[in-house]
């Protein structure tokens, strides 16, 4: 029997966020960020809540577009949390700047 969508999903959470631990040693200091699966969103595959340390992410885009999910909004969403983490709420360098590019990229 597959384990429900949220078992799967906090291991992804887990693991993604302990690779980035190892890059960036000052998140070593916070657990992954609690996860939450919204049925109610539609238009967004997922949001990242940096000042309460959670990420939520759509069902239905797991539904659609599972493998993507995984690869590139699962990390997406926890980079927001550790870039937020690591630099604060600076508006300069605030969601999508050059740190959160960086982190990305690596």
Known sequence: MAKPLIQVLEQKVSRTWRELQELYPKL???????????NRMWRTAGLAHCEIHSVEFSSKFFNRYEFEMYREIVPHEL???????INGDDPT??????????????
């Open 79 to 85: 980079i927001h949390v550790a870039d937020f983490i």
């Open 93 to 106: 360098n605030f969601w999508h700047g050059p740190m959160w590019c960086k982190m990305m990229q690596e």
């Open 28 to 38: 070593k200091k916070y657990n992954a960020p609690k996860v939450k699966i919204n």
